[in-house]
């Protein structure tokens, strides 16, 4: 039998929504998006993908990782002291998620296997549900 931990988890932390970003990014072109709310990861994620598509590993590793520390920050004006669960469920935590996965993804594209390594994990351990669904985005 496995111990168990006794200290309590933290609480989720979920980030605040949005709302005029969110519907930006759905018609808009997501660099405009990233201009106008620069502290929004879901623009820094979009712009990751577009880049990733594009066959511009780095430049998607530098989105990813704006995304990524700009969601940071969020997190922790938020409450987030360094762990515990930012569920997939709470659609405003999905820029962060998405930022964290796209960073996995590209760090291994050019090389850096550890720091990909470390955020495949870091997700995992945010939410094992955003790791499933995020993984199935290729």
């Not at 712009?47 to 920050?73: F, I, P, Q």
Request: negative net charge.
């Amino acid at each position: 039998m496995p111990p168990q931990n006794l200290m309590p988890e933290p609480p989720a932390t979920l980030l605040p929504e949005n709302t005029p970003a969110v519907e930006a990014l759905k018609t808009e072109d997501p660099a405009d998006v990233a201009r106008q709310w620069p502290d929004f990861p879901a623009a820094w994620a979009a712009l990751s993908a577009k880049a990733m598509e594009a066959g511009d590993d780095v430049a998607a590793y530098a989105y990813a990782r704006t995304g990524y520390h700009r969601a940071l920050d969020q997190l922790r004006k938020n409450g987030w002291r360094g762990h515990g669960p930012v569920p997939w469920s709470h659609k405003p935590n999905r820029g962060f998620l998405t930022s964290l996965y796209r960073l996995s993804v590209a760090a291994a594209q050019i090389g850096e296997a550890d720091e990909a390594a470390r955020c495949a994990q870091f997700l995992r351990d945010s939410d094992p549900a955003a790791a499933d669904a995020l993984s199935s985005i290729g």
